[in-house]
C-alpha cells in the first residue's frame, strides 16, 4: 500500500515530515508488516539549509579577512561581524512573529540582507575611523560618524525591504510548489 503525504500550501514541508514519521512509529503494524519511506522530498531542503548555514560561516570568514585587510583593524571587523548574528537574529524573530517559513527565496533574501548589513557596517565604521583620525575621542566620533551616514545607511535598508517584502507575502514555497513524502507499507519478501 501506497501514500502519499502532500502539504498544504501555509505549512512547513519538513515539519510535516518529521510529524508523518513520528505517527508513522507510534502506528503498531500487524506482524510481518513494516513501513518504509519510498520518497521523501525534505531531504533536499534539510540539505538546502545546512549550506545556507555553512556558507554564512564560510562569508562571515571572507568578510573578516577582507575587512582587515582593507580596513587594518580588529576593532573594525568585529563591528561588522557583530552586525552579521544580531541582524540574522532580528529577521529569524520577525519571521517566528509574522509567521513566515524559511524557504529558499526567503534564505536568499537573508544572504542578499547580510551583504548590505555588512557593507553598511563597513561604511559607519569607515566614518568613525576618520572622526577618531581627526582627534575626536570615541563616543564623540561613534555619534558623529555614526548619525552622519545614517540616513543613507536607512535609505539602503528601506530599499532592500522595498525589493524583498513583497516577494514574503506570496503564498506558499517559492523553492518548491509541493512536498510531498510517499511511505509504502510493504509485506517483506521472503
Known sequence: MLLA????????????????????????????????????STRFIRAAVLDTVR?????????????LVFLGKLNSVFS???AIPITLSGAILLF??????????SLLALTVAVGIVVDDSIVVAENIDR????????????????????????AATLS???VFLPISFLPGSSARSSSSSAWAWRRPSR
Open 5 to 40: 503525504v502532500v502539504k498544504t500550501p501555509d505549512a512547513n514541508a519538513v515539519a510535516v515530515a518529521d510529524g508523518v514519521k513520528r505517527a508513522l512509529e507510534a502506528i503498531p503494524l500487524p506482524p510481518g508488516y513494516r513501513a518504509e519511506v519510498a520518497l521523501d
Open 55 to 67: 556558507e554564512a560561516f564560510l562569508a562571515a570568514l571572507a568578510v573578516s579577512l577582507v575587512v
Open 80 to 82: 561588522v561581524i557583530l
Open 96 to 105: 517566528g512573529l509574522l509567521g513566515f517559513t524559511y524557504n529558499l527565496i
Open 131 to 154: 572622526y577618531r583620525r581627526m582627534g575626536l575621542g570615541l563616543k564623540e566620533a561613534v555619534l558623529k560618524g555614526a548619525s552622519e551616514v545614517s540616513v543613507a545607511v536607512a
Open 160 to 162: 532592500l525591504l522595498a
